[in-house]
Structures are given as structure tokens and as C-alpha cells.
């Protein structure tokens, strides 16, 4: 559940007006399943790592430095919005992604009740066997000094203000 229109939205426009050519974490930190995952898939796009197989022990060439920073191998940006939506495609993540707000989780003996208020304000319920809290998504802070008329005027932004960028 995500009330943006599709997933990912709100990370991408958010790490998008940052300016950032590289993420601040490690190349382990990404959405697939395998803890390899991101780098299995440079090497798939014709990037190396700089990984020992369990195998062979015997290294592969070194980490591009067009897909991943020198120090701690972080990912550059774009390529790992690429990764995302490689997981998303392959495990078929749009299919189940419902647009909307949770407001309300029902544990119940079997199951999870997970209460949805759809963009239109219709609600819906859907049931889970389990259910991962993912939250984050709260409005940003502004300083002190920063009134709601310099806000709404635009003289005043947030560089994750939600304003229409895609």
C-alpha cells in the first residue's frame, strides 16, 4: 500500500531533488532479496564487483566507478533506480501495489485486516498473513523561523516538498 501513483514515486522525487550522484550507503543496502542482489545485477549490465566467490575465492575484476563510488561501493543514483525497477518488474510488485492509506491494522488470530483509504475515499480492507510497517512518510519540518505565509507564498521550500516534480 502507497498512495502514490506508482512505487517508488516518492523515493525517486525526493533522491531526485536532492542532487545526489550517489547514494549515501553501502551497495548492500537495495530492495532485492539476495544481500548480492544489486551487484549481481551490475555484473549483469556489464558492471564488475570487486566480490570473492564462496567457490573460487578468486576476485573479478574492479567495481566500475561509472555504477558504484569508490569508497564503501556505494551506488550511483540512477543505477540503482534502475535496480529497483528491475525488482519490482521481475517479482511483479505493480500488480500488488494498491494505491492508498492504511488507517487502520486488525490483528486478528489467522490473519491481518488491513484497512485502506482508496485516493477516491472509498475504503477497502485486505487480508495478510503478515504485515511489514514501512513508515516515513511524514510532512518536513521547517524551521522556527519559517511562517505558513512564507510557506504557501513560495518563498520558502523544502527540498521535499511535495510539488508536482516528477
Known sequence: VDEEP???HKWKTR???TGMAYLRSSASYHLDVREDGLKRFANAVGGTTT???KRS??????????LFAADYHR???DFFNEHCDHVVQKNELDRAHVQGIVTDVIPNENYVEVEIKKPNGDTVTACAKNV???LGNAPPVYPDWANEEMIHAGKIKHIFDDDGRD
Request: glycine fraction near 0%; charge should be positive.
Open 51 to 53: 566480490t570473492a566467490t
Open 132 to 134: 511489514v510497517l514501512a
Open 75 to 77: 551506488p550511483k543514483l
Open 15 to 17: 533522491t531526485a531533488a
Open 6 to 8: 506508482r512505487l517508488l
Open 57 to 66: 575465492k578468486k576476485k573479478r575484476p574492479p567495481i566500475s566507478p561509472t
